[in-house]
């Protein structure tokens, strides 16, 4: 009998975009070294802040703060935004590394909410077990950029330190699924 555990935190993906997704193209070993690159860098700012790593299928990278579970802990949320804003500074850099390989510059998003992960083991095995980001993976597919889902951003709307350190705007309608409010949030500094 499988021992499945459901919870709420925040959570992250971090999607290469063109001509990152195209590494396949590449040799294997331009390509073993480019996602190397790309998941120490976003591997260190994750467990810098509190983070855990998610095995996900596909050309990105999606961690999870469990801290966040208790939505009253303002710690645990302020560093796991500050880690969402560390791993876009990182970004940058990375993609000019990636020249050296002969890989063009190469576009990232990420795209933050409160997601609800199911895990088939316990949380901290699951680096080496899938575990779903529905919500997220959904947010992701129609996001053109960076994004914030609504119950992250309603998390930080609710908080006056979390909302007077991280600013959010509206930044257009897109419908994410049914039952889903149809906007996606930016989030600066």
Not at 11 to 20: C, F, N, V, W
Not at 147 to 167: A, D, H, K, T, W
Request: hydrophobic share 35%; with cysteine.
């Amino acid at each position: 009998m499988v021992n499945l555990k459901s919870y709420s935190c925040f959570a992250s993906i971090i999607d290469l975009m063109a001509p990152g997704q195209r590494l396949s193209s590449y040799p294997s070993e331009t390509a073993k070294q480019f996602n190397t690159e790309f998941t120490n860098r976003m591997t260190e700012s994750a467990l810098k802040y509190g983070g855990k790593l998610v095995n996900r299928a596909g050309k990105g990278f999606a961690c999870y703060f469990p801290d966040t579970s208790d939505r009253s802990n303002v710690e645990a949320f302020r560093n796991a935004l500050l880690c969402s804003i560390e791993q876009l500074d990182k970004m940058g850099p990375l993609s000019y590394d990636m020249m050296r390989l002969r890989i063009p510059k190469t576009s990232y998003k990420i795209c933050i909410d409160y997601e609800t992960l199911s895990f088939e083991t316990s949380e901290e095995e699951a680096i080496n077990s899938p575990i779903g980001l529905p919500h997220l993976s959904k947010i992701s597919w129609v996001a053109p950029g960076n994004v914030m889902g609504e119950n992250l951003y309603m998390i930080i709307s609710s908080s006056p330190e979390l909302s007077r350190q991280f600013g959010t705007r509206k930044i257009g309608e897109c419908i994410i699924y049914p039952n889903t409010p149809p906007y996606s949030i930016y989030l600066y500094l």
